[in-house]
């Protein structure tokens, strides 16, 4: 049994090839069905954002899951195999399992630390439980990736500071004025990145926005997802005698606010401090309206510095995220090994039980007379008994799991505590178990031999 990432990414893969072969969230519930029916697939997760389409399976065997992988992704997005494959990119094993953990925490993402990817892992893999596509291995893995993710967001400062420009304004906005729920809020500029500053300031809590822009019907397109108001480009003047932060983002090829023009808004203002940020390119305010009293401007240079130096903030956290990512996969790689002693640590509790309930029944036929607390005392008491008897050898299999021969010492414990047909049987039930959940007609091999660390 093997894990294995097949897939593209934003570093594999350039943006027209990445929007082209997406799998639309509406579609994931059906591909990750789809995928699951292939052969030598036993569980799989599928991620597909606009920066990755990426499949995570357990499979029989590496080399036949990485065939039939790329063969569905050819299939489902009706492109020819080879034309694909050069933009898939496919890892094995903890190879597999450090890129889902990097994925997850934000580490490989075009921004670093960045959170929205929790979230969309989260809900991948909620699809997948609820298709039934995910079972023993992947359940513990995901659940693994998202709690550490979350770990990693709250004990270090990886996603703590601003690495957008446009977020940057918002922090600079909130140094300035700290809370902006109650500050009005003035966008110059409905283009992209007019849009993206008005839903950083939404984000951070501004309620009061006004969009003004040259074509009106675009302010109000933009206004109204935030639940703000539009106004023409007439009436900036007014609006800004009123604002307490102005974003300005136009597409002008010259200077569209002039000291002149700011000087008049400022002495109807009468001494209110106004925060303005230019990001355009090329600017939209002449540089000399920073010398004017209660004027704080910043353009996009001034930004950028705050962007590196929060960039290599989140850089020296992440060296730290990586030590916690090793001890991470270790800590799952080690409940792998575990796994192929279960059916012979439940074989062992199973035979154990056995005896003390023969015993039991010997007892009550040679003590007829016994009260019912009488025999739940003994019942107890014997019991307890066998668990204690087991602590050491249940110890001891845990760690043959983690032995370099670890196939013929846990053959000969078996052979030693003469169990053989008892883990037989659970390995029988626990490959049962885990076929019911399994759309596939194969069956995996019983646990004792069948799982090896990824």
């Not at 140094?175 to 839903?199: N, P, S, W």
């Not at 110890?395 to 670890?406: G, I, P, S, V």
Request: hydrophobic share 40%; proline share 2%; glycine share 4%.
């Amino acid at each position: 049994m093997d894990l294995l990432k097949v897939g593209f990414d934003y570093k594999s893969a350039p943006l027209e090839i990445r929007e082209r072969y997406v799998i639309s969230e509406d579609k994931l519930d059906q591909a990750m069905v789809q995928l699951k029916r292939q052969k030598s697939i036993l569980e799989d997760v599928i991620i597909s954002t606009c920066n990755r389409t990426e499949v995570f399976a357990v499979v029989d065997q590496a080399h036949t899951g990485r065939y039939y992988i790329k063969q569905f992704l050819a299939d489902w997005f009706q492109v020819d195999l080879s034309f694909l494959s050069s933009y898939l990119r496919i890892a094995e094993g903890d190879e597999a399992v450090d890129h889902l953990f990097r994925v997850t925490t934000g580490l490989d993402s075009i921004v670093l630390g960045e959170t929205q990817i929790i979230g969309q892992m989260k809900a991948a893999f909620s699809t997948a439980q609820k298709q039934q596509t995910t079972g023993t291995i992947f359940n513990e893995l995901f659940k693994r990736a998202v709690t550490f993710a979350k770990k990693v967001h709250k004990d270090t400062t990886i996603g703590q500071q601003a690495v957008s420009v446009s977020y940057a304004a918002v922090e600079l906005a909130r140094k300035i004025f700290g809370d902006l729920q109650k500050r009005h809020v003035v966008i110059h500029g409905a283009g992209e990145m007019g849009e993206l500053a008005a839903k950083n300031m939404h984000g951070s809590g501004a309620s009061d926005i006004t969009v003004v822009n040259r074509t009106f019907a675009k302010a109000e397109s933009l206004a109204q997802t935030f639940q703000g108001q539009a106004k023409p480009i007439e009436q900036l003047q007014e609006q800004l005698q009123n604002a307490d932060i102005l974003i300005s983002s136009t597409a002008s090829d010259s200077v569209v606010l002039t000291r002149d023009f700011m000087e008049t808004v400022q002495r109807k203002r009468k001494g209110r401090p106004l925060f303005m940020v230019d990001i355009a390119v090329p600017r939209d305010m002449d540089p000399k309206i920073g010398e004017l009293d209660d004027v704080f401007l910043y353009d996009i240079d001034d930004l950028q510095h705050v962007v590196d130096e929060n960039l290599a903030s989140r850089k020296a956290a992440a060296e730290g995220v990586e030590t916690m990512l090793d001890d991470e996969i270790a800590a799952f790689n080690e409940w792998v090994q575990t796994l192929g002693v279960v059916p012979v640590i439940s074989g062992l509790r199973k035979k154990a039980l056995a005896i003390q309930t023969e015993t039991m029944k010997s007892i009550e036929r040679k003590m007829p007379d016994l009260t019912e607390r009488e025999k739940k005392v003994l019942n107890k008491h014997t019991k307890s008994i066998i668990n204690q008897l087991l602590k050491q050898p249940v110890t001891q299999a845990k760690e043959l799991a983690a032995a370099d021969r670890k196939e013929e010492a846990l053959q000969q414990f078996i052979a030693t505590f003469g169990i053989e047909d008892e883990v037989n049987e659970e390995s029988e039930r626990q490959a049962e178990k885990y076929s019911s959940t399994n759309l596939n007609e194969h069956t995996p091999s019983p646990a004792t031999n069948s799982l090896s660390s990824p």
